[in-house]
């Protein structure tokens, strides 16, 4: 079946910690996105990437790094620099935008919390 | 309007009730506007994209029109089901690949 994966479903997290989530997907899509949630707002996008090796900051980037060393996988490190991590975090992936509104799919997503 | 902005903000309706919710957005520099459905426990799924005013889309009991000169659009849902039972999200295009999204409005249809 062709889709998106998270994981892990719930990450925790200790003060000073960094923790990556992971985010793979086999629908030879180009473009891969981090979103986060919190109560009461928006998805507001953390990074994206629109190709292998090369990505830009979203709205939200401070205290977030990305990778996009295969097309597959696009991997979310929530640093110690982030001082308010306790989110729920969704990756998605879509074609190419090639200048065109595309849909983008989602992953199940990953909760994570800081102990 | 400077966000993507969803009302209601909660419904709930009955087994049978036809319903509807509003995105409004910022018209200016306008390129796609996008509805998705979010179940719990599950991954949002993409119902539509419109992109010129006046658009409308259908799928299934599911419709949504769009006018990009004031900034709305509304979703209806003719005869809701428990299991249209989710929070309903828009989201707006002003480049080709980010998208704004709103709060969403969370339905929940009762026998």
Redesign the interface.
Known sequence: DGG?TQSPKYLFRKEGQNVTLSCEQNLNHD?MYW?RQDP??????IY?S?IVNDFQK?DIAEGYSVSREKKESFPLTVTSAQKNPTAFY?CAS?IA?????????????TRLLVL | ILN?EQSPQSLHVQEGDSTNFTCSFPSSNF??L?W?RWET??????LF?M?LNGDEKKKGRISATLNTKEGYSYLYIKGSQPEDSATY?C?R?GT?????????TRLQVTL
Do not use: M
């Open positions: 998106i473009a979103y009461g707002q928006g998805l507001r996008l994206y629109q979203g969704l879509s935008t090639g200048g065109i509104p595309v849909t983008q799919y989602f992953g199940p997503g | 993507v390129y796609a996008h998705y426990a599950k991954s949002p799924e993409a994209v992109t999200l989201a295009t080709a690949s980010k998208l704004t999204f709103g709060t969403g």
